[in-house]
């Protein structure tokens, strides 16, 4: 298999739920944000946009998130990472598209783009909550009315590790069966 496959840079992915805190450029992670929107897109809606949060936009999501919880103090998720990329599902109107299938090309311009940040060297894991749906939470990212925030990718630098753990292996012969014949047919 060529080096620098896709099957060997999905194979290799892992969570990092840990990061350093270096982090991409905004030139580097436009770079991959227009790999990563070569999604398959019915009708090439375009449904989906990312807003890129460091620094104190973090800071205001954490307040955010602590209105939306009814907490008092900010909350400190966001700080975990110096990254945080918001992946927002931005339906149009279509008649030919329903909403769900829109959902679904934002979620995968957020997965491929997480692929491509940890093939570049980037720990990233996607974070989601409860509080995703949560009017605080989709003011302070100023969504508008069309739209729904899917989660955050967060994005660090990989720290070192003397061990990385293995993932569980996916059993694709269970997982993957023909369609069932029918009496009729």
């Given at each position: 298999m060529p080096s620098g496959s896709a099957l060997e840079a999905v194979r290799a992915r892992r969570s990092w739920?840990?990061?350093?805190?270096?982090?991409?450029?905004h030139g580097?992670?436009?770079t991959l944000v227009a790999a990563a929107g070569r999604v398959?897109?019915?009708?090439?809606?375009?449904?989906?946009?990312?807003?890129?949060l460091r620094g104190s936009d973090r800071e205001r999501l954490g307040r955010a998130i602590a209105k939306a919880q009814g907490d008092?103090?900010?909350?400190?998720?966001?700080?975990?990472?110096?990254?945080?990329?918001?992946?927002?599902?931005?339906?149009?109107?279509?008649?030919?598209?329903?909403?769900?299938e829109q959902e679904t090309v934002a979620s995968g311009v957020a997965h491929v783009l997480?692929?491509?940040?940890?093939?570049?060297?980037w720990g990233v894991i996607w974070r989601t909550g409860g509080y995703t749906r949560a009017k605080a939470v989709a003011k302070a990212h100023g969504l508008d009315k069309n739209e729904q925030l899917l989660g955050w990718l967060y994005v660090g630098g990989k720290p070192p590790r003397e061990r990385l753990g293995r993932?569980?292996?996916?059993?694709?012969?269970?997982?993957?069966?023909?369609?069932?014949t029918s009496k009729k047919d």
């Open positions: 739920s840990k990061v350093t805190d270096e982090a991409p450029t580097e992670l436009l398959a897109d019915h009708s090439s809606l375009q449904p989906w946009r990312l807003i890129e008092k103090s900010p909350s400190t998720k966001p700080l975990r990472a110096p990254l945080l990329i918001a992946v927002v599902a931005s339906y149009k109107k279509s008649d030919k598209v329903p909403r769900w997480s692929l491509l940040l940890d093939e570049a060297g993932r569980k292996a996916v059993e694709a012969r269970k997982l993957v069966s023909r369609m069932p």
